[in-house]
């Protein structure tokens, strides 16, 4: 044993570094049972670590992985094979030997993290394969841009105990990467959403049917019940699927639930059933009944046609051929038991055809009787003249009366053709009587007017007039028949003889009714008339008298009539110069028309050429009309041209504006329709702000926009803005209505928190404690100033109102603690001046324990004394030191500049204070009356 070990090998000995230094001289081919030794069993790690790497063996280091105890080694060997698999270019791992290191490795934490860090698509297929793990499929399947990983890993998700949930196939579908995973997602949660639904939407399916089915019963009409049912009863049986869905419970109660339903539904229907059957029956004995009628109806035409075809001779049927046809449809009737008003009908019918058939040898005769008239009245020649008019007229009314005769006489009616025929030889010899006998006619109305006219004027003593009038009145006579001059003769001959009558009489009354009119001119001529138009007014007037007079002949009429012709003239002379100034005003009249016209014209040239708008244009033609209609008179031969001119151009201008106008009135008035829709809209929201706040702003915009419409025409534009403005005031109205009562209301809100803020304000008065204090606190948190409910201007001041109050309480807080330290400090100097060392001593272990002297640093750590401080505190108090301390005032006050310490703090006084207490009683007792001035 000795020699055994004195003879050891050195990569055995028990140096660690003579083994470190022997495994390296050792060789892989010779000495590989030494390095294995040394891999699996040295005590040092680092040896161990270094003789794997010296053998560097993929089957080692996956043994060490896997089995060595020592857990650093393993993890050592598990990075090294890590590292292996990861790198692509090692030549001792080839792409074959990775793959079967991973399927025979089953360290399941290993192969994941190898997962994590490698991206080669075989080896990360061949590592999914081995690693089976919910939550690394979830997350490949959600992360993935590969689709071999996404193919092998997301069907895997539906086979784990925990099936993939609602959310997080959402997830997927939504949010994964690659597309086949988000199709294959949205296609299972479809599938899932669908498969989740059906039993409800089964449910939901055949309760629809049932309470369908359930409320057939309801119905009256039994056809309807029956249709219904029918498709309902075919309906459940084809929803044999929606029923598979369901569990077996729920399956067996529909099932249940359909034949009681049917049940009920057979019993409640039962006499509706029977009559629907009967009322069915009587159906089809209709239908029958009106299937004879149809048939019969047809023969009885048939027949028809052919009693009208033998009457016009186009068939040559016997009328016992006829008979035996009627005799038929009779029969059809009569073996079909059927008795109503339509087969009576149809009886009577059938009756007047054999009536009809047994008549047709006789009104063969009628019919040649007929004919023999017709042509009779087509043979003669219609009249052409007046000459033939009389005789001609005469004639045809003796044929009408005999057409009539006959036609009353006929036993069956006459065809149509014959009927046509003669309607139009008849309306030949009508047109061509009333053609001559009109004008005859109004001849002879003509006459029958005169004649009365005539009458008038004998009675009235006009009688030249009459002459003439009897004149017209013989020649319109002369030109009538002798039929239609019969028809005035009596009342002709009558008034002719008064016309001969007068005749006698014209020369009696004419000479002195003239002289009497020359004597009304001569009055004329001397005392003229001052109205020019009345004088020739007058002078026609007798003028015209003396012309009815008519001429007789005889000097004295000669005489007259030259006398009256000289007088007339002298009594016109006035008249005439009269008309003179007249026809010069006419011809400046014409010049201011023509200038209007020319005006027109311009206005035309410019509107064509787009010089001019119509709506400036339209501002002109009013001024124009009026001026065109305040210019008198034109010689009559110009008026109707200059008139004509005027309107041609006025019309088309007037057009174009009145279009203007129009185009104008609808624009207003669809701003009246949108203002109208405000008016609604605030009157429906009463309470709103915003309803009136948007109103206000679309009716200014709509003011707006009427300023910039023009005019819309005389009479209508203004009516337009009344009814505009109008609605703007009714809005406005209800705004300022709405205003007043929202005013009301802030200010009813503002006077009751400016109530709650005087009623704290009046409690600080009287607050002398904290509790108090307290209470006054919740009072003021508890007032909330809405700014919504008040003006801005009136939550400023309640918010100021409110701080006022806050800033008071902060004074009265600060004043009693002020008084409270105060009398602490009185206190404390009291006992400072009046107790013993150890009494003193013990009040300031009192005081130092105090909440106000918690931050004075310990005794030992201060490096000041009680002067010092003393001091400090006359310099915060602002109190003056004595005389032989100044100096070294002026250097603490110089150090406390530097230290940046705040004058005004109380806690620095606190802490001073409570510094100067810890250096216990002070040996100059003049300090404690100095630290009292300065302290109070």
Known sequence: MIFKSLFAPKWRHKNAAIRRAALTNLSIDTDKDAILDLAHNDPDISIRKAALEKINALDLWQAVSLDDQDAQVRKYASNKLKSFLLDDNNELCSEQA?????????????????????????????????????????????????????QLVYPRLNQYDETITHKELERLATKAKHEWVRTQAQADLAERI??????ILAGKHLNLILSKLLSLKDKTDYGVIKEQGEQLVEQWNQSSEWLDCLDETTKAQFQQKYVDICNKLESSTQILKEAWYQQQQEKQQQAELEQLVRDVKQDIAHIGDTVEQVITGESAVDSNQLLDKIHDCRHKLTVSHFVNAQIEALHKELNTLETNANKLPEFAEQMSQVTRLISQLAQHHVPESLDELDEKAQWFAQWQNDWRALKKQLLLPLPVSLLDSQKQVNRQWQQAIDGLQSEQSKIVGRIHGKLKELNRLIQSGKYNAAFGLFRKVSTWHDELTLANQAKVQREFDKLTDKINDLADWKEYIAIPRKQELLTEVQTLVESPNDDPIKQAEKIRQLRHTWLMLGTIESADDQALNKAFDEATELAFAPCREYYAQQEQLREENLKLKTAIIDELSVLTQALAAQEKSISEISKSLSSIQSRWSKIGHVNRDAFKTVNNQFYDLLKPLKEQANEYYRANEKAKNKLISKAEECLASVTENESSNDAYSDAIEQLKALQASWKTIGFAGAGKDR??????????????????????????????????????????????????????????????????????????GQVTKLEQLKETVKSDLDTLIAKINKDKQKANYLNLLAAIKQAPSEELNSRVKWASELETYQQVPPKEQQDTTQLDITIKLEILAGVETPER?????????IDMLSSKLNAGDISQKDVLIGQWLQLGPPADKTLVDRLEAAIL
Not at 111 to 117: F, G, P, Q, R, T
Not at 123 to 135: C, D, E, P, W, Y
Not at 194 to 199: F, H, L, N
Not at 756 to 775: C, M
């Open 98 to 150: 990775k793959l079967a290191l991973i399927q025979q490795y089953a360290n399941n934490p290993f192969l994941e993290s190898l997962l994590a860090h490698t991206q080669n698509t075989e080896i990360r297929i061949a590592l999914l394969q081995r690693v089976v793990k919910r939550k690394l499929d979830l997350e490949l399947s959600l992360k993935s841009v590969e689709l071999s990983e996404c």
């Open 194 to 199: 669908e498969k989740e639904e059906k039993p």
């Open 719 to 792: 009516k337009l803005w009344q009814s505009f403005r109008s609605i703007n005031d009714k809005v406005f109205a209800l705004r300022t209505e709405h205003a007043q009562k929202e005013k009301q209301a802030r200010n009813t809100v503002f006077d009751k928190v400016l109530e709650k803020i005087n009623a704290v304000q009046s409690t600080l008065s009287q607050a002398d404690n904290f509790e108090a204090i307290k209470n006054i606190q919740t009072a003021v948190a508890d007032i909330v100033i809405n700014a919504d409910l008040l003006t801005s």
């Open 885 to 893: 301390d100044k100096s070294r005032r002026m250097e603490l006050q």
